[in-house]
């Protein structure tokens, strides 16, 4: 029941906004185009980095795959060096840091003519699906009406209002904790907590990694992306939502049902994780990078998320699919937003929504194809 409404509520409250139309590669007379990815950085997905490959042979001593990575990478670009490894969910899937003179464009070529890479891109950025601001949308129309063009939420809770025992990552903008529909509703990492047990506050945030698993203070998700976009390494264990979008996302999944207060989500009992991709810096025009999205779902998948939600789009890329494949091999239900406003996504693809080649993602284009189905 859990997956079939996180199935709905994206497809039934969420659109897209423009389509971003991006080609292949890269135009270097196309300077907006630029605009569509993070500077100063590629992502790398290298072949074998073991002590079997043939890259080994060409470099005297023993050198860990970091360092093997290090060396193909200046290689390419001299002073590009690996910043991140996702390496727990794809193997050689990396993001390089470019130093200050080189551009992606020669990066993207220079790393391409290598037999070492099996693909390089830019970081792509990712916008937002729209939510839209008219206060009546937040009556609920889309879960019962008299018209029965609803999504027969009430015909379901008398069949499952969910399960605390399910936990769904919302990858977003992060979410407001103390929501008084949702707090009740959190996924808690329970060796970060803090007493009081189960609630989100300050004292929890002590600057330890309780449970060893590399982020600290992840006491209810984390925040990869941090207070600038510009800057690295600045996340942290508080994934505070000013925004608006992940808190609202969050929401239509769990809003606690049956507490006399504020609206109800699809399901009324379940655990969110959230995993925070927009930083706070982007309020006024959202976006996220492929990087962040790929360390939000790789922590997703270590740490027993059974879905994932995704609405936002943007490019196609190579390492995001990659590691939303690993997330179905893992057995995670993986969401994608693919907007109701009428936009043919068939002609202009938008991404992770298209990736239909992903067995068994669920891909609903329209919230009728969805009704469709369910009748």
Known sequence: MLAFGALIFVCAQLTFAQVID???????????????????????RFADTGPNAPI?????GPLTDRAVKNVISSMAVPGASVHKEFDRIVPGLTLVKLPGRATVEEALSAFSRLTDVLYVEPNYRYKLAAVPND???YE???MFNFWDADIDAVEAWDIETGDPNIIVAVIDTGIDYNHPDLSANLWI?????????????INDFDGVDDDNNGYIDDICGYDFAGNDANIINDGDGDPCDIIGHGTHVSGIIGAVGDNNEGVVGICWDTSIMTLKIYADDRSVDPCAFASDAIEAIQYAINMGAKVINTSWYGPDSNGL????????????????????????????????ACY??????????SAKALLRVKK
């Open 22 to 44: 991006l080609p292949g590669l890269p135009d270097t007379a196309d300077k907006a185009w630029s605009s569509h990815y993070k500077q100063g950085e590629v992502i790398v």
């Open 321 to 352: 699919y990659d590691a939303i494949n690993d997330a179905n091999a893992n057995g995670i239900l993986v969401i994608a937003g693919a907007g109701n406003d009428g936009s043919d996504i068939d002609a202009a693809p938008v991404y992770p």
């Open 56 to 60: 080994r042979k060409a470099i005297p």
């Open 140 to 142: 609920q129309y889309n």
């Open 135 to 137: 206060p009546l949308f």
């Open 189 to 201: 990492n329970t060796p970060e907590d803090k007493p009081p047990l189960g609630v989100v506050d």
């Open 356 to 365: 239909e080649t992903l067995p068994p993602v669920k891909v609903w284009k």
